[in-house]
């Protein structure tokens, strides 16, 4: 079965430049999710898209911003690095809400950003 | 402010013995939990989904009970298998208005010893 699909898998950045992740969803799957997990810790939300629309936003720097496509891929744009930006970052998809019954997240292998 | 706590932080049991992971969340106000398997560097596997009005899903080896009102969640994993040494996270989504975010414990580490 398609599962979520990340690009890049690994990435090495230098402090202050730019870095972009991809996020396809799996077919169907309309909403996309971002989660941050550093070092040992627990996945932290970012942001969400539902339709192309943002629909939640999270503990998301200004530095960082994402879109949804029309293709309901989703990008992840990540400027002025640092230091602490290194770490595993995630995107989730899930089927179309239906009325209360939320739908179950299923997440990507992730996207590991270094920077140097 | 949700926050989400899973005890032990660590547990290494002999194969064959059956493994329990607790979760505790301080909102009761939830939509749903979802219990995830990570292993080192690796993505997030789904294992079970129990909708807040359910109280318990199984799959497999795998149960899980939800009592809400408690603010609780428990991982049963029966006759457990070396296979099974991963990181057990428990995660709770608080609303639909909040679309499906989740929060996240801190995970159990689990070591399945041969």
């Known amino acids: 079965a398609a599962g979520v699909i990340q690009s890049p898998r690994h990435l090495i950045k230098e402090k202050r430049e730019t870095a972009t992740l991809k996020c396809y969803p799996i077919?169907?799957?309309?909403?996309v999710y971002w989660y941050q997990q550093g070092p040992g810790q627990d996945p932290q939300f970012l942001i969400s898209f539902y339709e192309k629309m943002q629909s939640d936003k999270g503990s998301i720097p200004d530095r960082f911003s994402a879109q949804q496509f029309s293709d309901y891929h989703s990008e992840l744009n990540m400027s002025s690095l640092e230091l602490g930006d290194s770490a595993l970052y995630f995107c989730a998809s899930s089927l179309p809400l239906a009325g209360l019954q939320l739908r179950e997240l299923f997440f990507g292998e992730g996207s590991r950003l270094t920077v140097l | 402010k949700q926050e989400v706590t899973q005890i032990p932080a660590a547990l290494s049991v002999p194969e064959g013995e059956n493994l329990v992971l607790n979760c505790s969340f301080t909102?009761?106000?939830?939509?749903?939990l979802q219990w995830f398997r990570q292993d080192p560097g690796k993505g997030l596997t789904s294992l079970l989904l129990i909708q807040s009005s359910q109280r318990e899903q199984t799959s497999g080896r795998l149960n899980a009970s939800l009592d809400k009102s408690s603010g609780r969640s428990t991982l049963y994993i029966a006759a457990s298998q070396p296979g099974d040494s991963a990181t057990y996270l428990c995660?709770?989504?608080?609303?639909?208005?909040?679309?499906?975010?989740?929060?996240f414990g801190g995970g159990t580490r689990v070591l399945v010893k041969p």
């Open positions: 077919p169907r799957h309309d909403t």
């Open positions: 995660a709770v989504s608080t609303g639909v208005a909040a679309g499906n975010k989740l929060t």
């Open positions: 909102d009761s106000a939830i939509y749903n």
